[in-house]
């Protein structure tokens, strides 16, 4: 990745952000990483005395203990079907302290793509107060190793969910929904390091066309002041890119004339884009020439030329848009600042302008209370735990450098012992705080047979087949899989979007043939035995898709209740609404030529 001469892939000696609110902001992160153990011992003592009297800490008997061996004695490791007919009962109505202490203010929706539905969170009020403080904490680390950033604007692409409901009339809704919607967001006081391009009318604009249309009509009439880009997710920011390229005609007639695109109906922002837009018709020519042209490298870097990085999640799942960002932007820097969930803020990247696949989180010890149950990928009996016999889960300050672990956390809304899903690596340590690399969402797998396919071992095996690819200039920009067990043995289908920069050079039909193999090839040993040996897995298939058509699925997942901030890409489908339009959308279709290669090993 090419880091300009004006950053620092080390804190700066004399940080480009001196005054006393920042240096607050550092020394607290320093006090907290250096007293880790004492901040959780205090932080557990103040959730357990918080929520000492409600129903679920009282069926555990603690009595009101508030030390760890009690509380881990007693109180049970869950999961959400564990805890979900007392969320159904607030959500219903029910006003007493079921889970905590204080009133449950709202629902926080996960994204609906993880594990197949919409989980409903509760949250407090408290809740935004400690996440707003965690935001708080970003710009100063940032400030150590990108200078300047007071003197121009960030160009994000953010977007809200029309939320809904509950029986009881508690809204439930995403957790960046809630934040953009809340009062801390709404009245923020004035930031020279976070000036937005967009405005708040288009981000707070539940029509996904208008609020984007409106984002990028200001980042493009803003372009010189833009000194970052960014959104949620790797795949947002590209959304956004797409978008450009299909509405750029547009977005030059109204620059050139001043006038905005009719289908802009929102009055909030009609009444605000009346200040901000005029007639610009060398913006409007400039904006035409770059579009125009089949040539979209470097895209972002020549119409916001002074930005400086890109700010979005590059880890887990989306590291697999990783190449088409650099392609957009000429090898930008990438910026994975936090670490966040529905359930719990989490930490920050200490190091944000570092290699995507050097990012490492270091967890806050005052956000919540941290356990980490080992994960053994070779261990398939730890995805059901025995309450009669709990596994020793390990705290935050005693886990061990290359370690994987499964978060599960204690917060101050309720959840207690509640298994995020998240497996973590421990990459290392911040004076006596781990930093910790986002593997994957646990149980993301294709299986056919005996044979478990977890989603970083598909990433790495859509990587491996992309390698073939290069010579042809062209590259996996979307993907999806599903395993097909209408056939017998059934198969894993690997569903591609391809970007064919070159029409005249395209790959053949034996090049992605050997990709099929190639992805087996990548594959576990336990796969490989099920085609070679056993005969119990058919051979891998690539199914083409015609361009644009993961916009669809995401579309379509829009239209069912997903958030377009929290959307991601599944990497596993089965739904056959999903499956179906994807099918009609094949171009070609591949199979494997040949068994991968696989030798008897011992067995234990």
Not at 298 to 310: A, E, V
């Amino acid at each position: 990745m090419a880091i300009g001469s004006e950053f620092s892939s080390s804190p700066l000696e004399l940080p480009a952000f001196n005054d006393d609110k920042s240096a607050k902001a550092l020394q607290f992160i320093e006090d907290m990483t250096r007293n880790v153990d004492t901040v959780q011992e205090s932080v557990l003592a103040k959730i357990l005395t918080q929520n000492a009297q409600t129903e679920y800490l009282k069926r555990f008997q603690l009595n009101g203990a508030t030390d760890r061996d009690t509380f881990k004695s007693r109180v049970p490791i869950v999961s959400y079907d564990d805890l979900k007919p007392d969320i159904e009962r607030i959500a219903n109505g029910d006003r007493t302290p079921i889970l905590c202490a204080h009133p449950i203010s709202e629902f926080l929706t996960s994204s609906g793509t993880s594990a197949g539905e919409r989980k409903l969170m509760p949250t407090i009020q408290q809740e935004m107060v400690r996440r707003q403080f965690l935001y708080s904490l970003l710009m100063p680390v940032m400030n150590q190793y990108v200078p300047d950033l007071d003197k121009g604007k960030a160009l994000y692409f953010l977007f809200i969910k029309a939320e809904t409901k509950t029986p009881s009339g508690l809204v439930a809704r995403p957790v960046l929904t809630s934040y953009y919607k809340s009062e801390h967001f709404k009245n923020r006081p004035y930031d020279p390091y976070n000036v937005y391009t967009s405005p708040d009318e288009a981000i707070l604009c539940s029509d996904s066309f208008q609020s984007m249309y409106t984002q990028m009509l200001c980042g493009l009439i803003m372009r010189h002041e833009v000194l970052r880009v960014g959104a949620v997710f790797a795949s947002g920011l590209l959304r956004a890119i797409r978008f450009l390229q299909l509405n750029w005609k547009q977005l030059s007639h109204d620059i050139s004339t001043g006038t905005l695109n009719p289908r802009i109906t929102d009055p909030s922002i009609k009444e605000r884009m009346a200040k901000i837009l005029k007639p610009d018709p060398e913006l409007a020519c400039f904006t035409e020439k770059e579009c125009s042209g089949e040539n979209w490298e470097c895209i972002i870097t020549r119409i916001w030329p002074n930005t400086k990085y890109l700010d979005v999640i590059v880890t887990g799942a989306m590291a697999q848009y990783i190449p088409t960002l650099e392609y957009y932007s000429g090898g930008l820097p990438m910026a994975c600042t936090m670490y966040a969930s529905s359930e719990c803020y989490f930490g920050l990247n200490l190091k944000p302008i570092c290699k995507p696949s050097e990012v490492s989180y270091t967890i806050m010890p005052n956000m919540g209370y941290f356990e980490f149950l080992p994960h053994h990928d070779c261990d398939s009996s730890q995805s059901t735990l025995s309450r009669d016999s709990p596994p020793q889960l390990v705290d935050l300050a005693d886990v061990e450098v290359g370690k994987l672990y499964e978060l599960v956390i204690t917060a101050y809304s309720g959840l207690c012992r509640y298994r995020v899903g998240d497996i973590l690596q421990v990459t290392g340590f911040h004076n006596s705080a781990p930093q910790f690399r986002f593997v994957r969402r646990k149980n993301v797998l294709l299986s056919i047979d005996s044979d478990k396919t977890d989603e970083a071992e598909l990433q790495k095996a859509i990587e491996n087949a992309s390698m073939l690819l290069k010579e042809f200039n062209t590259s996996v920009v979307e993907y999806t899989s599903y395993a097909d067990t209408r056939s017998i043995p059934g198969h894993y289908v690997i569903y591609w979007e391809l970007m064919v920069k070159d029409s005249s050079n395209k790959p053949t039909d034996e090049v992605l043939k050997q990709c099929c193999l190639t992805m087996e090839d990548s594959l576990n040993s336990v796969y490989r035995q099920g085609r070679v040996a056993d005969n119990s897995i058919g051979p891998l298939e690539i199914r083409v898709v015609k361009s644009g058509t993961f916009e669809e699925l995401m579309d379509y997942a829009i239209s069912r209740g997903a958030s377009i901030n929290q959307y991601k890409v599944p990497r596993c489908v089965s739904f056959t609404p999903i499956t179906e339009l994807l099918d009609s959308r094949v171009d070609s279709v591949y199979f494997s030529p040949g068994a991968p290669h696989w030798t008897p090993e011992r067995r234990r």
